[in-house]
């Protein structure tokens, strides 16, 4: 029940951000443009080409192989944890396209052509796709390990997850809005899944009873 009703304040609030996007409100677009040029400030070669790397292969590369790891290496609790990562990811994938389809806010524009770090995507902007599927798959990980000895891994990763959702702003391509806004349907979506899991007995059934 908690999980439920964490899930449902989470989206409460990544409705009424998406509301304020909607309706331009002023003092939102005034702190996101001064937010957005803050950041988007290439600092050097070294920090530049992490913040690339970060932004490139921090979400396919990282989630895909550690959901792969999990269900191949991770004994139950990890196979579980990797078919709740694939519903989330399954779930998120569809429905970011869709409300970044409806919100249909533009990219930000860089104060420099030099500032824009990676190829700018052609779809909307919120929420930030990249930022809305790592921090699903994070959350997941902290509310599946919890209290076991796979945390560490899991704030790494969360740690991960962060970074790469900071990065989508470094590199030129989201505002902080953006990925606000990604945080919060990614983790809410991850909530939801967690408190759904209850019923999901007949596939954790199937993967207690698979060998390693």
């Given amino acids: 029940m908690k999980y439920a009703i964490a899930s449902a304040i989470i989206f409460a609030g990544f409705a009424v951000l998406a509301l304020m996007i909607v309706q331009n409100n002023m003092g939102v677009s005034e702190w996101d443009r001064s937010g957005f040029v803050s950041i988007n400030h290439p600092t050097g070669k070294t920090v530049d080409k992490i913040m690339i790397d970060l932004s490139k292969y921090g979400r396919e590369a990282v989630w895909i192989g550690v959901t792969a790891l999990l269900f191949v290496f991770g004994r139950k609790d990890g196979r579980k944890a990797a078919v709740l990562l694939t519903i989330t990811f399954l779930i998120l994938i569809p429905l970011g396209t869709v409300l970044k389809s409806e919100i249909d806010r533009q990219r930000p524009v860089p104060v420099s052509s030099e500032n824009l770090l990676v190829q700018n995507d052609t779809d909307p902007s919120f929420p930030s796709g990249h ?8 959350a997941i990980l902290l509310l599946r390990f919890h209290r076991s000895k796979q945390i560490i891994a899991s704030i790494i990763l969360a740690i991960e997850a962060a970074l790469v959702a900071y990065s989508r702003i470094y590199v030129g391509v989201h505002y902080p809005t953006d990925v606000v806004g990604g945080i919060l349907l990614g983790t809410g979506v991850a909530f939801a899944v967690v408190a759904s899991s209850k ?14």
């Fill in 131 to 138: 930022a809305t599927i790592v921090s699903g798959g994070a």
């Fill in 199 to 212: 019923y999901m007995g007949p596939i954790f059934s199937r993967i207690d009873s698979m060998k390693r």
